[in-house]
């Protein structure tokens, strides 16, 4: 800048601070002006000159900035407004240099710049914005360009060509010329400043090559700088492109399509490229010129070829080989071959070993040897893991557990393929499906279950259950068992197990008074587990049933003795009496039988009710029946017996006007009847003495009970007083001597005669027994 450029500049700052604050509109709305920013002539367009802040009062628009140059012709853009992100009413405004703009600091060394700023709804504010002008720096060329030798690159004779070798960097860059001085050089300058290998390459040549480059460079305001740049080529030594045979022969098969590989050649060197010299015409095939691959161009028929094919250095085309390739096309067998067996089914058992050979291939081909076949095995995934392929031999590859979840869940079987292929083009090849079926092996001895103890009351009813042998087997199926007791169900051992579930049952009667537990032997026998059903394997299990005593309680009956009366009907059987008992508090089913008194069948029990059958009674008949009351089939011991004395009236015979039936119940303390039958056979003196020994004795027993039933006359029980007996005395000798039906229907005096054996019996409600006479 002159001296008159800096005293201006100085008078406008002056000017500016002298400037009275009041003349200011909205001063706060450009606060980075004025300013003064220095911008070298060397700047290039799109270069940002300066970036000023725009305040706003409110946010209500972007504000409108113009700039205005007091030169003509000012070298910048139009304001660009952008808004600033951290404050809501403030604006970025940036100044630019516009493109094809050249600055000069001789012609012109500062811009005076007006911008006006408006705010919507605010008064317009004008600032100015000083750009001083610089002149460029020098131009100058780096060292060891610009020294006298100039600088050196060493580079090999078979470097590619036009391979960049040297780059001019002078200081600073942009809008530079660069000129090459001497045109004695194969080497080429760019417009950039690069220095290229000729287009070419350099010249194989076994001596060391020098090229020396002499380049000047000059930026737009005409200064410049110059330099010399030294180019050796090195001597290469790579080798030379040959092939290894001259010659060779390749045969394809007929029917080889488009574009598939024929053969493949290969030349040693470096960047080595190849092509078909001929023929030209007909062009049955193409090389790769990178690869060395040939392919076909056309569906080939049978027939001959001759190709001369190059190989050469891309680098140095003058490098190069040829050799001959003879390609003959010759007719092809489509048959596949041919396999014994064409189906292979094996059956194994499951314990067969890891590489044991299931089935050999015997296959053969046309136009190549056995030995020239490829096997392979295809299949599910669960089939080709589980064997392999050793040449034409299928093997196992690992075992084959029959007992497993996944052969089961194959069904122990498995399905493949061997697929047998023969060389060539087309590939032939020949399919053979393969089953293997795995049959199971009894492999496993069933297992005891522990603690196999069990505890049953002794009171358990027929068919009860014990418990469960719950044995197991690790052979397929699992836990396939057959239950047997060694010795079987017998009065030492009342129980039986059922052959499938194992479940012990109660089969007779229980006492603990006599055994307070048995041990069972269980024999656990598998089954199903093998291809030969007589192989099985069975172990013996100690079972303990321990027994639980229940107290003894007979069932109860009220009452224990009754007295009907009923009319004969005509038709079927009618109802007598309902027997009311109950069962101990185990809550044990009662079973009633009659044991005495029918011995003509003219009486029926069903459960607890009693039924007489009608049988064309002629006259009235008393009966006397014994009915006995079990608690249950297991306890036979735990039992009492009811008397019912029924009098029986035909139907001709007059009866009272009710036809409801009379029941007559004795009303006693508990009677206990006790029946007794003699099972030894005395000699007959001792069946007299005894017999008289007894009338004595019932004689006094007869008095003696009298005695004690008229001592308790007073204590309000019914007793069978001596006038019952009389009448009951009385009717008896009037039946037996065929007196009136009424005198028969007279009160039950007590005594009653077993039909079956002939005895006598008298029945005593004081005493509660039943005595025979």
Same mark, same amino acid.
């Given at each position: 800048m002159g001296m008159h450029g800096r005293l201006t500049f100085l008078l406008l700052l002056l000017l500016l601070s002298l400037r009275a604050p009041g003349t200011f509109v909205r001063a706060a709305a450009l606060p980075d002006l004025p300013r003064v920013v220095v911008l070298s002539e060397d700047a290039v367009p799109g270069t940002c000159v300066a970036k000023l802040t725009v305040s706003c009062s409110n946010v209500s628009g972007s504000p409108n900035v113009t700039l205005h140059g007091i030169e003509p012709g000012h070298p910048f853009n139009p304001i660009a407004i952008s808004a600033d992100p951290t404050a809501p009413a403030t604006f970025q405004a940036e100044v630019t240099l516009r493109a094809g703009a050249e600055l000069d600091a001789r012609r012109v060394n500062q811009y005076n710049l007006i911008l006006r700023a408006a705010c919507p709804g605010e008064d317009e504010v004008e600032e100015r914005l000083f750009v001083?002008?610089?002149?460029?720096?020098?131009?100058?060329?780096?060292?060891?360009?610009?020294?006298?030798?100039?600088?050196?690159?060493?580079?090999?004779?078979?470097?590619?060509?036009?391979?960049?070798?040297?780059?001019?960097?002078?200081?600073?860059?942009?809008?530079?010329?660069?000129?090459?001085?001497?045109?004695?050089?194969?080497l080429t300058l760019t417009r950039r400043g690069l220095v290229l290998v000729p287009a070419g390459g350099f010249d194989p040549s076994n001596d060391t090559q020098i090229f020396r480059l002499e380049i000047e460079v000059m930026d737009r305001h005409g200064h410049n700088c110059s330099g010399a740049v030294r180019v050796e080529v090195l001597p290469s030594h790579r080798p030379r492109v040959t092939f290894p045979e001259p010659q060779w022969a390749v045969t394809v098969p007929e029917g080889t399509g488009p574009l598939e590989v024929v053969t493949r050649v290969h030349a040693s060197g470096d960047n080595v490229h190849y092509a078909i010299l001929a023929p030209v015409a007909p062009r049955l095939f193409t090389i790769n010129e990178v690869t060395g691959e040939i392919r076909s161009t056309r569906r080939l028929e049978v027939g001959h070829a001759l190709l001369l094919v190059r190989a050469y250095n891309a680098l140095h085309p003058a490098d190069h080989a040829t050799a001959t390739l003879n390609v003959t096309v010759q007719g092809t067998d489509r048959r596949a071959p041919s396999c014994v067996p064409a189906i292979s089914v094996s059956q194994v058992p499951e314990t067969v070993f890891p590489g044991s050979t299931l089935v050999t291939l015997?296959?053969?081909?046309?136009?190549?040897?056995?030995?020239?076949?490829?096997?392979a095995l295809?299949?599910?995934?669960a089939s080709h893991s589980r064997f392999r392929m050793e040449g034409p031999r299928l093997q196992v590859n690992t075992t084959l557990d029959y007992d497993s979840e996944a052969v089961a869940a194959v069904g122990f079987q498995f399905t493949a393929t061997i697929v047998v292929s023969a060389g060539g083009e087309p590939p032939r090849s020949t399919r053979v499906p393969v089953l293997v079926m795995v049959t199971p092996v009894n492999e496993f001895t069933p297992v005891c279950p522990n603690g196999a103890i069990f505890t049953v009351p002794e009171t358990a009813a027929f068919g009860s259950t014990v418990g469960r042998v719950a044995g197991t087997d690790r052979d397929y199926p699992p836990d396939s068992l057959e239950y047997s007791l060694e010795?079987?169900? +017998? =009065?030492?051992?009342?129980?039986?197990?059922? $052959?499938? /579930? !194992?479940?012990?049952?109660?089969?007779?009667?229980?006492?603990?008074?006599?055994?307070?537990?048995?041990?069972?032997?269980?024999?656990?026998?598998?089954?199903?587990?093998?291809?030969?059903?007589?192989?099985?394997?069975?172990?013996?299990?100690?079972?303990?049933?321990?027994?639980?005593?229940?107290?003894?309680?007979?069932?109860v009956c009220t009452p224990e003795v009754q007295e009907l009366r009923i009319t004969a009907r005509s038709g079927g059987r009618q109802s007598v009496t309902?027997?009311?008992?109950?069962? +101990? =508090?185990?809550?044990?089913?009662?079973?009633? $039988?009659? /044991? !005495?008194?029918?011995?003509?069948?003219?009486?029926?029990?069903?459960g607890n009710t009693l039924f007489y059958l009608p049988n064309d009674l002629a006259e009235p008949r008393t009966f006397v029946l014994l009915v006995e009351v079990r608690g249950g089939p297991s306890a036979p011991r735990r039992s009492t017996t009811v008397a019912l004395v029924v009098h029986v009236t035909p139907r001709s015979t007059p009866v009272p006007p009710s036809t409801t039936t009379l029941r007559t119940t004795l009303r006693k303390e508990p009677l206990v009847v006790v029946r007794t039958e003699a099972v030894w056979h005395p000699p007959a003196w001792f069946v007299a003495v005894l017999t008289v020994s007894g009338a004595l004795l019932l004689a006094a027993l007869g008095c003696m009970t009298r005695t004690l039933l008229c001592s308790n006359r007073d204590s309000g029980k019914l007793l069978l007083d001596k006038?019952?007996?009389?009448?009951?005395?009385?009717?008896?000798?009037?039946?037996?001597?065929?007196?009136?039906?009424?005198?028969?229907?007279?009160?039950?005096?007590?005594?009653?005669q077993d039909p079956r054996?002939?005895?006598?019996?008298?029945?005593?409600?004081v005493t509660g027994a039943r005595r025979w006479i």
């Open positions: 001083q002008v610089t002149a460029e720096q020098a131009l100058r060329c780096d060292t060891p360009f610009a020294t006298a030798g100039g600088d050196v690159v060493q580079v090999l004779a078979d470097v590619a060509p036009r391979t960049p070798l040297y780059a001019v960097l002078p200081q600073p860059l942009g809008g530079l010329t660069f000129r090459l001085r001497n045109h004695d050089t194969p015997r296959c053969t081909d046309s136009t190549s040897t056995e030995g020239g076949l490829h096997y295809e299949g599910p995934p010795g079987g169900p +017998s =009065p030492a051992q009342p129980f039986s197990i059922d $052959t499938r /579930t !194992g479940e012990i049952r109660v089969v007779g009667p229980l006492d603990s008074e006599q055994h307070k537990s048995y041990r069972l032997t269980v024999r656990l026998t598998d089954i199903h587990n093998d291809l030969d059903p007589a192989k099985r394997r069975s172990r013996l299990c100690e079972v303990t049933v321990h027994l639980q005593a229940v107290p003894d309680q007979v069932p309902r027997l009311a008992c109950q069962s +101990s =508090p185990n809550g044990a089913m009662l079973s009633y $039988t009659i /044991t !005495g008194g029918n011995e003509d069948g003219r009486f029926q029990l069903e006038s019952s007996w009389d009448v009951a005395e009385q009717s008896g000798s009037e039946e037996e001597q065929g007196h009136s039906h009424a005198s028969s229907l007279e009160q039950f005096d007590g005594r009653a054996t002939g005895r006598d019996y008298l029945f005593n409600s």
